[in-house]
């Protein structure tokens, strides 16, 4: 059986693909993807470097210093059968021509939250207080254009008691604030098990055209911790996609380089959880998601792109949903954003920024800050001291703003609880009671800073970040409202803030298996409720993972 290790395909936020996308930065990879990841289309390559003697052939950055981790298994793709002449005709030459195999894992994950939920970007798996753990695992085959992958998440959650805010909504567990949004605050009073297929599809490719239909998770754009309309956030749904992968574009007859396109269609299926309504007729929402990112070859290495997304009731299907241009009928619920991603590799800089509108509200043009909301993020590769970077270690810094708090000329208007939410749409921006956005900066502000060092065997991580969640919710209630003792002691001092400090290591124990392990602090700051209001909270993570 024959190996081809020069290319990896990594899960969303996994400890390779932040790898890879760590060395993307130097331009020692290839980003496969414009603005639109997931595992299947997150397939790295390494470049070729080049050699001061022309006479000699180009050495893969894959066998060079650069590639930190060079020396452990990060993946490997077996060639079960390959043809000894690939054919040249028009529909072969655009399949990758013979049978292979990929294997996933298996990675078992495991969390304990001391006193109060803590954790995103985990598919499926809900960290709340007390232990937690997910285990995945799968593979992945294909041949002549088609790729089967099956990749499914088994979690258990101890779901400890901890203080909770009233609900309004008919389950006692739901969200505090009955406007629109199916995001429980606990899932329940006891322990539970949640099985979900992950990233599991069957999909056909040829050249850069792609149609597809599973459950795969999706990232949306250029952010790191908190995409507005995309990310592993939740557990994933049933789909159905069709476009194209990374494509050149090429003027015809003058053979004119233009740059690179990407775009993608979705038809899916979301599902609410057991704790937001006794309501069986609306459990079922239908998602139309647009995507199109665009690379000019005249400024290299810069990415503009958009997402559109249509929210409606599954029953009430309409064709129209499935075209990206139309407005509007007050029926259903779309928001979209506009992204830039500009890499610097001989700087080892990346800048990036995504605007979000909620509604299309054109009529409130006056204001063109109605309903956005924003996300601003760097990266950049830390030069190390010439003794360190001798021993094969380099380091990355990453920074990522996200602010998606009501705009205030609401103040004069109406309530408005935020970009996840709507009052016909009434789960929200929710899949089985977890948001598809962002994690952590759902309805108010986040800010993180990260520090990583990556060396032969592994990587460190040293990371700050503070959010605070539920702004709306303390904005909403201010609207044609005076300054009251009643609004002061139950609505403004349950504005909280969440600091986190926290680190993790990632070692490769051998060359094939690694173990991850972290301890995070968390400060829950309340403005003033009670004397003993405050709040403090540790987390405690630790992962294995063997890879094939």
Not at 131 to 153: F, H, V
Not at 157 to 185: R, V
Not at 246 to 274: M, W
Not at 528 to 533: A, C, V
Request: proline letters at 4%; aromatic letters at 18%.
């Amino acid at each position: 059986m024959a190996m081809l290790p020069l290319c990896a395909q990594e899960a969303l936020k996994s400890s390779e693909e932040e790898y890879y996308d760590f060395l993307s930065l130097s331009g020692i990879v290839e980003r496969p993807t414009l603005g639109y990841r997931t595992l299947s289309d997150s397939v790295w390559n390494f470049r070729s470097s080049t050699s001061d003697n022309q006479d000699e052939t180009p050495l893969s950055f894959a066998d060079s210093d650069a590639n930190v981790w060079k020396n452990n298994n990060l993946g490997t793709t077996f060639t079960l059968w390959h043809p000894e002449n690939a054919s040249t005709n028009w529909y072969l030459s655009g399949v990758k021509q013979g049978f292979f195999l990929r294997a996933y894992g298996p990675e078992w994950y495991n969390s304990y939250n001391t006193a109060a939920p803590y954790g995103q970007n985990d598919g499926a798996l809900w960290q709340g207080r007390g232990y937690n753990t997910s285990l995945t695992g799968g593979i992945r085959l294909e041949g002549y254009g088609l790729e089967l992958t099956l990749k499914p998440q088994l979690c258990f959650q101890q779901n400890a008691d901890f203080e909770i805010m009233p609900s309004a909504y008919d389950n006692e567990y739901g969200y505090f604030w009955g406007y629109g949004l199916d995001a429980p605050q606990r899932f329940g009073n006891s322990p539970f098990w949640t099985f979900d297929w992950g990233d599991s599809e069957i999909r056909y490719t040829w050249k850069t055209a792609t149609i597809g239909f599973g459950t795969q998770a999706v990232w949306l754009g250029p952010a790191w911790l908190n995409p507005m309309l995309g990310s592993n956030n939740a557990g994933t749904y049933p789909k159905f996609d069709i476009g194209l992968r990374k494509t050149r574009v090429t003027l015809p007859f003058c053979n004119a380089f233009v740059g690179e396109i990407e775009g993608r269609i979705i038809l899916g299926y979301l599902s609410e959880s057991d704790y937001f309504d006794n309501d069986s007729t609306n459990n079922h929402n239908m998602i139309n998601v647009f995507n199109m990112s665009f690379a000019p070859s005249f400024i290299p290495y810069l990415t503009i792109g958009a997402t559109k997304v249509c929210l409606s009731k599954w029953q009430k299907f309409e064709a129209y949903y499935l075209n990206p241009f139309y407005d509007s009928n007050n029926s259903e619920d779309q928001k979209a954003s506009v992204y830039l991603d500009w890499l610097i590799p001989h700087a080892g800089f990346e800048v990036f920024g995504e605007l979000g509108v909620d509604d299309y509200a054109w009529d409130k043009i006056s204001n063109p800050f109605h309903t956005m909301v924003y996300t601003v993020g760097m990266k950049q590769v830390i030069p190390m001291w010439k003794a360190v970077a001798e021993k094969g270690v380099r380091s990355e810094i990453v920074f990522e703003w996200n602010n998606f708090e009501m705009s205030q000329d609401f103040q004069l208007q109406w309530g408005y609880m935020g970009y996840y939410s709507h009052s016909l749409i009434t789960q929200g921006y929710t899949q089985r009671g977890q948001l598809l956005g962002a994690g952590s900066g759902s309805f108010g502000n986040s800010q993180y800073l990260g520090y990583t060092i990556y060396y032969p065997k592994g990587s460190a991580s040293l990371y700050f970040h503070r959010n605070c969640p539920d702004v709306n919710y303390i904005l909403n209630k201010a609207v044609n409202s005076g300054v009251t003792e009643e609004l002061l002691q139950h609505v403004w001092s349950r504005y909280k803030t969440y600091i986190t400090l926290g680190i993790s290591s990632s070692n490769y124990l051998t060359k094939s298996f690694m173990l991850t392990g972290g301890f995070n602090f968390t400060y829950i700051h309340y403005n003033f409720y009670k004397d003993d209001s405050d709040l403090n909270t540790v987390q405690i993570t630790l992962s294995a993972k063997y890879t094939l």
